[in-house]
């Protein structure tokens, strides 16, 4: 696909984003919108997903012959709910439905809903790689020749079990991963590097015996050519590791350079000044 | 006169092992993960047959249990393996977000649980964990009681659809259960028929519990034995059948009296049929080091035990 049209789409999903953030007045959407231009490649460009005979993507739990997605930092719920439904997992009108009472759409991802597109809960930070892991050893038993993808926050990089799952994952050649570190610096109390610094992520994965490339995770086509570059390297006995600098509120102004848009939802005047920054481009839900 | 007979003693994990081999022959979907201690699961038969389906994560149990909800993906059976404390306590957060909430076919198998595993102490003699994993929506917990009962439960789980936390042992203890049994979830099993009082025992206080039979036979009471394999979902019909009969209870495990088997009971019998009862099992302590013998009688958990709470439920009819 074409960066322009993927642009047009993520323009539509960071719409999505702050609508839907701003019709219960919570969530994250300071890192959905980081993360909108790497969700929107993967599933519109770079993932192959499993489709009817129509081209309409179907849903079912085991996922195999397919690329699979997991993401560890389930607070970016908003981003990859846009995603999965402007992608045809669900429909769109869900949106609405964010958080409140009988939704589908809980506050993080899970698959107890049963939402199509949600293989597993993430929220609790640290878990997704393991799970991606796992995931990915699996198709390997099957001689599923398909890739697994994880995207994790790099404030999650705290948590001491994303570095057993670190350890693990070249020590057993999983090979048929390709894992991200939303680099955007910022976390709960403040810069990733005040709080608790990750000092160098590439030398440490690196050490830990994993491929490493870097990518500006707001730049489309830079994210089509590293992640073309990252499935070359597939199956040649290391895991990937794509670190990605990306901006906090990518796409709006006002929401960019600063931690504030972390977990707090904009109000009414917020939302008009935000939304006039994106163009509509697929229909609002 | 004995009620029960055995013949040899064997270690509930051992019965585990067994039960894995026979898995590996038999069940392709199944696989393996240890955190380190295979020779402690008895894995060995396992990991000889199928190789390709044993994963060794190293001491790193939250790994562990991630990479078994992964794993459920493509069809597979994961069982995780480790000591009970390290299974349970450490990981229960995975357990909670990446297992149980997900919903995902995941067998935690934990060898090493109570007061047993002797001289290593408190730090490795959890207590707690049947509470924990109880607790949790749509988790299975079964504690069975000796070498063929483990075997034909770790062969059971794999057959049923969702998440298990299977607790055993690492003390030989008599075998006295049918070698080939077949195991059903959540089916309490009558072991002693009786009148007076109603003896529910799970892991390796079922054995006590007969031996405490006897003795309230030779006083004359007729105790009724029933080892309740499963303590979630717990067989309610069972129970309440015999404390109809009997008109009071005693619950035997190897487990905090907050979280066991015995508030299970004591849940369910106070909003359907308010029962006298006891509890033997430990009152809110950790354990120590000691010989496996010792630390059950030093923390009350023996047939002895068992026999003084029975006269003392009786008394409150």
């Given at each position: 696909?074409?960066?322009?049209?993927?642009?047009?789409?993520?323009?539509?999903?960071?719409?999505?984003?702050?609508?839907?953030?701003?019709?219960c007045?919570?969530?994250h959407?300071?890192?959905?919108?980081?993360?909108?231009?790497?969700?929107?490649?993967?599933?519109?460009?770079?993932?192959?997903?499993?489709?009817?005979?129509?081209?309409?993507?179907?849903?079912?739990?085991?996922?195999?012959?397919?690329?699979?997605?997991?993401?560890?930092?389930?607070?970016?719920?908003?981003?990859?709910?846009?995603?999965?439904?402007r992608?045809?997992?669900?429909?769109?009108?869900?949106?609405?439905?964010?958080?409140?009472?009988?939704?589908?759409?809980?506050?993080?991802?899970?698959?107890?809903?049963?939402?199509?597109?949600?293989?597993i809960?993430?929220?609790?930070?640290?878990?997704?790689?393991?799970?991606?892991?796992?995931?990915?050893?699996?198709?390997?038993?099957?001689?599923?020749?398909?890739?697994?993808?994880?995207?994790?926050?790099?404030?999650e990089?705290?948590?001491?079990q994303?570095?057993e799952?670190?350890?693990?994952?070249?020590?057993?050649?999983?090979?048929?991963?390709?894992?991200?570190?939303?680099?955007?610096?910022?976390?709960?109390?403040?810069?990733?590097?005040?709080?608790?610094?990750?000092?160098?992520?590439?030398?440490k994965?690196k050490?830990?015996?994993?491929?490493?490339?870097?990518?500006?995770?707001?730049?489309?086509?830079?994210?089509?050519?590293?992640?073309?570059?990252?499935?070359?390297?597939?199956?040649?006995?290391?895991?990937?590791?794509?670190?990605m600098?990306?901006?906090?509120?990518?796409?709006?102004?006002?929401?960019?350079?600063?931690?504030?848009?972390h977990?707090?939802?904009?109000?009414?005047?917020?939302?008009?000044?935000?939304?006039?920054?994106?163009?509509?481009?697929?229909?609002?839900? | 006169?004995?009620?029960?007979?055995?013949?040899?003693?064997?270690?509930?994990?051992?019965?585990?092992?067994?039960?894995?081999?026979?898995?590996?022959?038999?069940?392709?979907?199944?696989?393996?993960?240890?955190?380190?201690?295979?020779?402690?699961?008895?894995?060995?038969?396992?990991?000889?047959n199928?190789?390709?389906?044993?994963?060794?994560?190293?001491?790193?149990?939250?790994?562990?249990?991630?990479?078994?909800?992964?794993?459920?993906?493509?069809?597979?059976?994961?069982?995780?393996?480790?000591?009970?404390?390290?299974?349970?306590?450490?990981?229960?957060?995975?357990?909670?977000?990446?297992?149980?909430?997900?919903?995902?076919?995941?067998?935690?198998?934990?060898?090493?649980?109570?007061?047993?595993?002797?001289?290593?102490?408190?730090?490795?003699?959890?207590?707690?964990?049947?509470?924990?994993?109880?607790?949790?929506?749509?988790?299975?917990?079964?504690?069975?009681?000796?070498?063929?009962?483990?075997?034909?439960?770790?062969?059971?789980?794999?057959?049923?659809?969702?998440?298990?936390?299977?607790?055993?042992?690492?003390?030989?203890?008599?075998?006295?259960?049918?070698?080939?049994?077949?195991?059903?979830?959540?089916?309490?099993?009558?072991?002693?028929?009786?009148?007076?009082?109603?003896?529910?025992?799970?892991?390796?206080?079922?054995?006590?519990?007969?031996?405490?039979?006897?003795?309230?036979?030779?006083?004359?009471?007729?105790?009724?034995?029933?080892?309740?394999?499963?303590?979630?979902?717990?067989?309610?019909?069972?129970?309440?059948?015999?404390?109809?009969?009997?008109?009071?209870?005693?619950?035997?495990?190897?487990?905090?009296?907050?979280?066991?088997?015995?508030?299970?009971?004591?849940?369910?019998?106070?909003?359907?049929?308010?029962?006298?009862?006891?509890?033997?099992?430990?009152?809110?302590?950790?354990?120590?080091?000691?010989?496996?013998?010792?630390?059950?009688?030093?923390?009350?958990?023996?047939?002895e035990?068992?026999?003084?709470?029975?006269?003392?439920?009786?008394?409150?009819?």
């Amino acid at each position: 696909m074409q960066t322009q049209e993927i642009q047009k789409i993520s323009s539509q999903v960071r719409r999505d984003i702050l609508r839907m953030v701003h019709g219960c007045q919570s969530g994250h959407p300071g890192g959905s919108l980081g993360c909108t231009d790497l969700l929107v490649d993967l599933y519109f460009s770079t993932m192959n997903l499993k489709t009817d005979a129509a081209g309409k993507v179907v849903f079912d739990m085991d996922g195999t012959n397919e690329d699979l997605f997991f993401l560890s930092n389930g607070h970016i719920s908003p981003l990859i709910y846009s995603v999965l439904a402007r992608r045809g997992y669900f429909p769109t009108a869900e949106l609405a439905t964010f958080r409140k009472i009988d939704t589908r759409l809980q506050g993080h991802p899970t698959p107890h809903e049963h939402l199509e597109g949600i293989r597993i809960a993430s929220g609790s930070l640290g878990q997704g790689l393991s799970v991606a892991i796992g995931a990915a050893q699996a198709k390997k038993l099957n001689g599923d020749k398909s890739t697994v993808f994880c995207l994790m926050g790099d404030g999650e990089q705290n948590e001491g079990q994303v570095w057993e799952a670190a350890m693990y994952a070249p020590h057993h050649k999983v090979d048929n991963l390709i894992a991200f570190i939303d680099e955007n610096g910022q976390q709960i109390d403040g810069p990733t590097e005040k709080v608790m610094s990750n000092r160098d992520l590439e030398a440490k994965y690196k050490a830990f015996g994993w491929n490493v490339m870097r990518m500006d995770g707001n730049n489309a086509e830079d994210i089509q050519n590293t992640l073309n570059k990252a499935k070359a390297e597939l199956g040649k006995g290391s895991p990937i590791m794509i670190i990605m600098k990306t901006e906090m509120g990518a796409g709006v102004d006002f929401m960019m350079y600063s931690h504030k848009w972390h977990g707090v939802a904009p109000n009414d005047q917020q939302l008009q000044d935000a939304l006039a920054q994106l163009e509509e481009t697929l229909g609002d839900y | 006169m004995a009620l029960f007979t055995y013949e040899t003693k064997k270690d509930t994990r051992s019965g585990f092992g067994a039960g894995m081999e026979y898995l590996s022959q038999h069940n392709p979907k199944v696989v393996a993960l240890c955190a380190d201690l295979i020779g402690s699961l008895k894995l060995e038969g396992f990991i000889k047959n199928s190789p390709e389906r044993f994963f060794q994560t190293g001491i790193a149990e939250a790994n562990m249990i991630g990479i078994s909800a992964g794993l459920t993906l493509g069809g597979f059976i994961p069982f995780a393996t480790t000591f009970a404390n390290f299974g349970t306590g450490r990981v229960y957060d995975q357990i909670r977000q990446s297992v149980a909430y997900s919903g995902k076919n995941v067998k935690i198998c934990c060898s090493h649980a109570g007061l047993t595993l002797g001289e290593d102490g408190a730090t490795h003699q959890i207590l707690e964990d049947i509470g924990l994993m109880k607790m949790l929506p749509g988790m299975v917990v079964i504690n069975p009681c000796d070498y063929n009962q483990t075997k034909a439960a770790t062969i059971a789980i794999a057959d049923y659809e969702g998440p298990v936390y299977l607790r055993f042992g690492r003390p030989v203890v008599p075998v006295f259960t049918p070698e080939d049994q077949k195991f059903e979830i959540g089916k309490a099993l009558h072991l002693v028929e009786g009148t007076d009082v109603t003896i529910l025992a799970t892991g390796h206080l079922v054995w006590e519990a007969i031996q405490a039979a006897e003795a309230l036979l030779e006083k004359g009471i007729k105790a009724e034995v029933i080892n309740i394999h499963t303590i979630k979902p717990l067989d309610v019909q069972a129970i309440l059948a015999s404390v109809k009969k009997t008109g009071c209870v005693v619950t035997a495990e190897e487990h905090q009296y907050n979280g066991g088997l015995g508030d299970s009971v004591a849940q369910y019998l106070a909003m359907n049929h308010p029962t006298p009862m006891e509890f033997v099992g430990v009152n809110d302590s950790f354990g120590e080091s000691g010989k496996p013998a010792e630390l059950m009688e030093k923390y009350g958990l023996n047939a002895e035990a068992i026999v003084a709470k029975a006269i003392k439920v009786m008394a409150r009819k």
